[in-house]
């Protein structure tokens, strides 16, 4: 038996809850991990409070990420002993996934933890912030410069948001805030935004076209907001979308694109290959400010995890929510 966060669904209805779960209840995986660290995400949210369909097989143990150190392994990669991380995958969705003191899960799926990282330090990152690094190298890849022009983050109290400031500030970048928390406008200074706006500027319908603001864009909202960056967005920019806190419906039109050669990235960290996980790590380690961490993270037990749910969907949370696994005593 092993301490963790379960959630059934049966004629009882549908429920998430902090208990002792049998090893049985672990899939089949070929490697078997003690979980140190885990956080809590948007999507972690969503599979708590059954807000919407993430969690697709029950009984099963929520969290899209984890770090720790393998036990067993019948994979040739893997050894007992190995630190490792795991973001998606669909594991907290038709997979047991990271909120538990146990993982078993397929060794492709893993990749090693950096040596600069702790495992606390992994998750303090996790996959919020192993997306923004996506996000960020989009835009590097595009060709864009600390120089080009402001780059926009929409939603930048959330986890993405917040490490995406971080990271474009120490790379040189001037970043743009975007937040419907004003009061958090400190906060969102201290990680190195220039400038913070609100998001009513963004989140109502807008033009095909408005006047060209930003050299790129990272976007974790969606509908609305994606729309009015995309439109406001200079010629020749870019957008990176990796969210939908605001919806998944896309109100625009081609214009960005087809007059201002405007290029949208999606950004997917589920099912993202491993090289390219390997290579966000890698950056990760190279040009994340680790004293950011602090400003960004909060701590939590595990047997208080199911109680944050309804905060998350409500927008209530500032960061990232670091879990710690082992820490019940």
Known sequence: MFKGILIEKDEAGY????????????????????????????????????????????????GIDFAGTVLDSQHPDWRPGDKVVLNGWGVGETHSGGLAERARIKGDWLVPLPERFSARDAMAIGTAGYTAMLCVMALEKHGLLPGDGDILVTGANGGVGSVAIALLAKLGYRVVAATGRLNEADYLRSLGAAEVIDRAELAEPGRPLGKERWA???DTVGSHTLANACATTRY??????CGLAGGMDFPSTVMPFILRGVTLYGIDSVMAPRPLRQQAWRRLAEDL?????????????LSEVVALGDAFLAGQVRGRILVNIQGEG
């Not at 020749?236 to 979308?241: N, R, T």
């Not at 400010?289 to 037990?301: A, M």
């Open 216 to 218: 790129g864009v990272i």
């Open 236 to 241: 020749g920019g870019a957008v990176a979308a």
């Open 15 to 62: 429920r998430a809850a902090y208990q002792s779960i049998p090893e049985e209840i672990l899939p089949e995986g070929d490697v078997t991990v003690a979980v140190e660290w885990s956080s809590l995400n948007y999507k972690d949210g969503l599979a708590l409070t059954g807000a919407a369909p993430v969690v697709r097989r029950f009984p099963l143990i929520p």
């Open 289 to 301: 400010d680790l004293s950011r961490l602090g400003l960004i993270t909060r701590e939590v037990p």
